[in-house]
Each structure stands twice: as C-alpha cells, then as structure tokens.
C-alpha cells in the first residue's frame, strides 16, 4: 500500500533537517550547491515512488541512489555552469581585468600549486593516496573503510604522507602563508 | 605549512571543471565509498577520487547518506499500512544497526528449498557415520584445548546477558558482555524494535545496569542493545531480546 500525503509529510518532516544538516551541509558549501533545492528535487522523486503502487526492493538502497542521483545533477549543473563562467571570464573580462592583479602574487599562488602538485606525486602511491583524502577532508575511519584498510593503518600511512608532503615543500621553500 | 593550508593547496590541484563526465559512476562510487570494491577498481577510483573535486563530494554524500536512508526506509517500512512481514522488519532494524543489508525473502528459492527439503537422501548411514566420527574428533581437539581466555573468543553475542534471542518476562536488570568482545565500550544503548532508541547508559566494568524506572516503562515486545565506543560507533551487537510477561 502506498503512503498518504500525511504519513509523507510527517515522516520526512524528521528526515529533512537532517538531510539538510548532516548529508549536504558541508558537501553543498563547498560545491556551491543549492540545497534547498536539492532537498526538494528529492522530495518529489521519493514522493513520486512512495505514493504509487511501485514496489521498491532494497528500500534503504534506492532511497541514498535517490539523494545521490539529485546531489551529481546538482554538480553537474553546477560544473556546466562554473565552465561558462570561465569561458566567459577568459573571453571578455580577464584581458581588462589582467593587469589588476600584482604579478608577483600570480607567480607565488602558482608556484606553491606547482610545488605541492610536485611534493604529492613524489610520494609513493601506498601514502598517496590516503594523504590527498585526508587533505581532501576525509577521517582515517572512512579513508581506511575505502581503501580497505585498517584504522590504525589508513591513519598512520595518511599523517605520514602528509608529513612527508610538508617536509617537501618545506624544501622547496614553500613557507605558510602568514611567514 | 599547517593543515588548512595544506588542504588548500590540495584543493588547488585537485579537477575543478569539467572533469565529472569521465567520473566512476554512482554504483562505483557508493560501492568506493563502502569499501566493497576489488583491489583493482578500488585502486583506479581512489587515484581519481583523491584528486578529483566533485567525487570528494559524491563520496561524501554517499558515507553520509548511508545511514540516513537506512533510518529513513524503517521509517517508512513502519508506517501502518506498509505490509512488511515482522520478520523481515526486523532484520531490516537489525541491518539498520549493523549497517549489513539485511536478507530478503524470497517465494521463489524458498519454494525450491522445500521441494528440496522433501527429497530423502538415499544413503543416508555414510553421512550419519561421518558426521559422528566428525563430532568425536571436534569434541577431543576441544577437550585438549587449554581453557581460553575472553580476549581469545573474540565477539560472541551468546556470551552477553542477555542473550541475544532471549525471551525474558520482565526487562533486564543489567547489561554485560566479555569485556574483551567490546574494546573500548563507553556506553550502551537500548533500542524499540523500531530502531528508536530508548535509553543509553554508561559502561562501568563491561556491564551496565538498567534503571528501575526504564525498566518498568519497557512494555512487552522486541528490543536492542549494542555497545558503542567513546565516538559513539557501535563496537558490539546488536543483541536482541524480548518481553514477553
């Protein structure tokens, strides 16, 4: 049997905040996602599928597809969009807009891009990659669920690359940026 | 260079544009994200994962997301109305708890399994004899074997009180369970067959006691226990029990 529109609106009345909260909270801020409207575009397609008299398998399984198809749309969208912005950017603004920005700042941004991009592929790929998760914002926890390895490990080869990216860039003279 | 900083320069190197058209597909990256890939693809995926801005994201969503549709989809399966059979509500609360899908019926299988169940094998004494002897040797190997200690059992739920299966006719005065089962047990929590929690208690000894006024407010029916860490992740169950006066 389907759900009525009430036992909808009250059931996800509990699972919005926190959606919204623990789910695309950080993951919205950091792409630039709209989510409010993410959380309506969910809303609708489970609505759809729960009010009907589709059967759905593996309930819990279609349910995170549902968010996770909406949220890649959404950056989709977001991604087409950032690529105009940038073509536009190049074709008319940045030749006005070229020599606003100091030059030695360019080459110094750049530059520490350029050493860090250098400090991450000179390290083995064992520390690698659990390093750029773990700088890519990941805990060791699920770094280690990932990549199947223990906690303890996925910690120790993670902190330790990213050690070994620090001393290298401490070598190539790349300092903070408040020294 | 400290770590923000570090995450930056990350972030710099990392595909921002036009890069999610030669992304994993979402099974890959749910199947990533859950560690149910083999070494190869895991391998493939975590290179472009680590490097890539809009699957850090994806990923994100999809560890996020895990619980949240599992608690959702019991939720839903407990609406009055939705017909799920109680047993597989059950494994469903289960699997919510254990994060292990949990088993679905299936008419078909369980049909053959009986036409099975129903062909009387023919030659029945070899395997009768077999068994035996296989018993006698399994029960000498356990009487040579040095009594062990807890640490050496590993998680055995029947070794909790209560049992998990157990029927009780009044609540639990207290919880315990081998201490080595349960590394770094801080706190127990109890919780209606809906999955909603109850009650949760802090560990002292590896056992925690059930206070006389929750005690007296469980009403008869199905409930779960599991242990959970300082981080509040489950390190033991759950275990289930029932009330039944």
């Known amino acids: 049997m389907p759900l009525s529109r009430e036992q909808?609106?009250?059931?996800?009345?509990?699972?919005?905040?926190?959606?919204?909260?623990?789910?695309?909270?950080?993951?919205?801020?950091?792409?630039?996602?709209?989510?409010?409207?993410?959380?309506?575009?969910?809303?609708i397609r489970l609505w759809r599928v729960l009010s009907s008299e589709k059967v759905v398998e593996h309930l819990a399984s279609y349910l995170r597809k549902t968010v996770m198809s909406v949220v890649i749309d959404s950056?989709?969208?977001?991604?087409?969009?950032?690529?105009?912005?940038?073509?536009?950017?190049?074709?008319?603004?940045?030749?006005?807009?070229?020599?606003?920005?100091?030059?030695?700042?360019?080459?110094?941004?750049?530059?520490?891009?350029d050493a860090a991009r250098k400090a991450i592929s000179a390290l083995p790929a064992r520390r690698r990659v659990p390093a750029q998760l773990l700088l890519q914002g990941f805990n060791p926890q699920e770094i280690g669920q990932m990549l199947g390895l223990t906690d303890a490990t996925?910690?120790?080869?993670?902190?330790?690359?990213?050690?070994?990216?620090?001393?290298?860039?401490?070598?190539?003279?790349?300092?903070?940026?408040d020294e | 260079m400290n770590e923000a900083e570090l995450c930056a320069l990350q972030r710099a190197i990392s595909i921002k544009t036009g890069g999610v058209s030669d992304c994993p597909d979402m099974d890959t990256l749910i199947a990533f994200a859950d560690g149910e890939l083999g070494a190869a693809p895991r391998e493939l995926t975590a290179l472009h994962v680590a490097q890539c801005d809009p699957c850090v994201a994806i990923v994100r969503v999809a560890i996020s997301a895990r619980q949240w549709s599992q608690d959702l989809a019991v939720d839903i399966e407990a609406v009055p109305g939705i017909a799920v059979p109680d047993n597989v509500h059950y494994l469903r609360?289960?699997?919510?708890?254990?994060?292990?899908?949990?088993?679905?019926?299936?008419?078909?299988?369980?049909?053959?399994?009986?036409?099975?169940?129903?062909?009387?094998?023919?030659?029945?004494?070899?395997?009768?004899?077999?068994?035996?002897?296989?018993?006698?040797?399994?029960?000498?190997?356990?009487?040579?074997?040095?009594?062990?200690?807890?640490?050496?059992?590993?998680?055995?739920?029947?070794?909790?009180?209560?049992?998990?299966?157990?029927?009780?006719?009044?609540?639990?005065?207290?919880f315990s369970w081998p201490c080595a089962?349960?590394?770094?047990?801080?706190?127990?929590?109890?919780?209606?067959?809906?999955?909603?929690p109850r009650w949760k208690g802090s560990v002292r000894d590896c056992a925690v006691s059930l206070p006389i006024e929750v005690r007296q407010d469980l009403a008869a029916g199905e409930y779960l226990w599991r242990v959970k860490n300082a981080a509040g992740e489950p390190v033991l169950g759950p275990m289930v029990f029932r009330i039944s006066p």
Do not use: C
């Open chain 1, 154 to 177: 996925a910690r120790n080869l993670a902190y330790r690359g990213v050690d070994e990216i620090r001393a290298a860039l401490r070598i190539a003279g790349v300092e903070s940026w």
């Open chain 1, 8 to 43: 909808f609106d009250s059931t996800m009345a509990t699972y919005e905040p926190r959606l919204r909260a623990h789910v695309l909270g950080q993951v919205g801020a950091s792409q630039g996602l709209d989510v409010q409207e993410i959380i309506q575009e969910v809303r």
């Open chain 1, 75 to 113: 950056v989709r969208r977001n991604q087409a969009l950032r690529e105009d912005a940038i073509d536009d950017l190049l074709e008319h603004q940045l030749p006005a807009e070229r020599h606003s920005v100091a030059p030695d700042k360019v080459v110094d941004s750049q530059q520490r891009v």
């Open chain 2, 181 to 196: 089962a349960a590394p770094g047990a801080a706190s127990v929590e109890l919780l209606g067959a809906d999955a909603l």
């Open chain 2, 93 to 174: 609360t289960a699997a919510t708890l254990t994060g292990v899908e949990a088993p679905r019926p299936d008419r078909e299988s369980s049909r053959t399994s009986d036409v099975m169940r129903r062909k009387k094998p023919r030659m029945w004494w070899p395997a009768a004899i077999a068994a035996t002897l296989a018993s006698v040797f399994v029960a000498n190997l356990a009487l040579r074997q040095p009594p062990m200690e807890d640490g050496l059992r590993g998680v055995d739920p029947i070794a909790t009180s209560p049992m998990s299966g157990t029927n009780l006719s009044v609540a639990p005065e207290e």
